[in-house]
């Protein structure tokens, strides 16, 4: 599967965005999708996740109240709703597959990934 993000920009803090990962295939229902980010200088950690049958939503601590993630299996497409965004919140956002249904929240957990989308926030 091919994984295109977007929807990332500029925005101030508490402010909100909406990202998009566009996945090809036609198995998209039966992937688990997440996102995960990485900050400069960071490693890259996870943010959120949704089982392939869309029953199951994972967040990190760090988001969790203020990020929301859902699929549209109809439109092959996930999305990561972010509101009340703050500095911290700055970094490169990475959409990713996983084949079946899983809670993994490790990078090495998944196997397909998007190229990233710039999520800036200004204090």
């Known amino acids: 599967v091919q994984l295109q993000a977007s929807g990332g920009g500029l925005v101030q803090a508490g402010g909100s965005l909406r990202l998009s990962c566009a996945a090809s295939g036609r198995t998209f229902s039966g992937y688990t999708m997440g996102w995960f980010r990485q900050a400069p200088g960071k490693e890259r950690e996870f943010v959120a996740l949704i089982t392939s049958s869309g029953g199951v939503t994972d967040y990190a601590n760090s988001v969790k109240g203020r990020f929301s993630i859902s699929r549209d299996n109809g439109k092959n497409t996930m999305y990561l709703q972010m509101n009340s965004l703050k500095p911290e919140d700055t970094a490169v956002y990475y959409c990713?597959?996983?084949?079946?249904?899983?809670?993994?929240?490790?990078?090495?957990?998944?196997?397909?990934w998007g190229q990233g989308t710039q999520v800036t926030v200004s204090s």
């Open positions: 990713t597959a996983k084949l079946g249904w899983t809670r993994n929240t490790l990078v090495g957990g998944y196997d397909y």
